[in-house]
């Protein structure tokens, strides 16, 4: 065995640049406290606690049973695929032909090929900020530089007109919508999308639009398809989405882009030299999830409601907080910035990094710096958890800050 060598392998400049996703590094430190036999209130991960619905757990037991355990067509199978055509008929009235529809390994593979086929060196990709973690680093990863808009509290975090107009340059190739967001779980109304429709169509804009948080939404608040809105944005939008959140299906990694003919066929020809396909059983499974009854997708939403009810009932109660209620998804993005300059814990806490490591060491409570969205001050609670976890967590939170 080789015990020194003066050769060190290099890492590419593209890799080199990637970060760590800021959200999976938050669980990873919970992680090592929770070795230590600590119990740690975790707040930073993304996903649905419930267990996979039991009619889709069966799917893909049927699936392997009937043989189901081989490459399937590069961009998934005819099944799913007229599956998913039926699902936004059905939802939104829009049509689409299985070509229109590529299925990849979970909607964060879905949004890497859409950027991979459509922007590269030299373009620019518009993003609204606060915005997912890992937008940033997907658009790096293909060359393409990006340009983030702040977008901020007093507007609901949510990018108006003006805002993108100021922000289109003659480099300027794609925007990046999403709603629900993560983190802030701001949904635009369809009037604030058709206004930024607006503006798209006079520029020269494609639209990536993430719609993966579509099924959590709360009160009055209704997620709106962004291509479905007219025929001109059908032409020059990338719809993305997926089953990680509606259907408690993270890990089977099923997520799917739908869009004009050209570009998914682009982005299947992308995929069939990357992965092959996506997991022939899992696939299997969405077939299910989307055919089948929806009354799980109802119950979930119903307890997440629930939970949302719960989170701002006790943050109101906490000093020094202040939060915007969120109308989707299932996350809390609240101001904490009147504790910066404060000891706490022992520690000095001057940001949002400072804030959540204070929080985690000092009161095993786990939440993620909203430096990380692009939001210095605030940070993301994921109440994608249980009721006992959410109140003890809180509890804790309270404690350290009173
Ligand atoms: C806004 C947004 N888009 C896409 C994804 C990716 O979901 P998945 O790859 O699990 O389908 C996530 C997951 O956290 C997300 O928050």
Known sequence: MQTKSAYQMPVS??????????????????????????????FSLGEPDFTTPEHIMQAAADAMKAGHTHYTAASGIVELRQAICRWYKKTYGIDYTAEQVIVSNGAKH?????????????????????????YSDLVQMTGATYKLVHC?????????PAQLKAAISPRSKLLMLNSPSNPTGAVYSRKELESLADVVLDSNLAVLSDEIYEQLVYGDAQATCFAAMRKELYDRTITISGASKSYAMTGWRMGWALGPLHVIKAMGNVQSQQTSCPSSISQYTAVAALDGDQQCVADMRKEFAARRELVLRRLKEIPG???????GAFYAFFDVSKHFGRTLGGKPVTDSASFCLVALEAAHVN?????????????????????????GGLDRLEQLLK
Request: aromatic fraction near 8%; charge should be negative.
């Open 321 to 327: 907080v202040a939060i915007l209620p969120p109308d």
């Open 13 to 42: 400049p593209m890799a080199a640049a990637v970060q760590p996703s800021a959200t999976l590094a938050a669980g990873a430190k919970a992680r090592q406290l929770k070795t230590q036999g600590i119990h740690v209130y975790d």
């Open 152 to 160: 901020s509290a007093e507007s609901g975090f949510k990018m108006t």
């Open 110 to 134: 879905s949004i890497h090929n859409t950027l991979a086929s459509i922007v590269g060196p030299g373009d620019e990709v518009i993003i609204p900020s606060p915005y997912w973690v890992s």
């Open 367 to 391: 939440l993620v710096q909203g430096s990380a969205f692009g939001a210095e001050g605030y940070v993301r609670m994921s109440y994608a958890t249980s009721r006992e976890q959410i109140n």
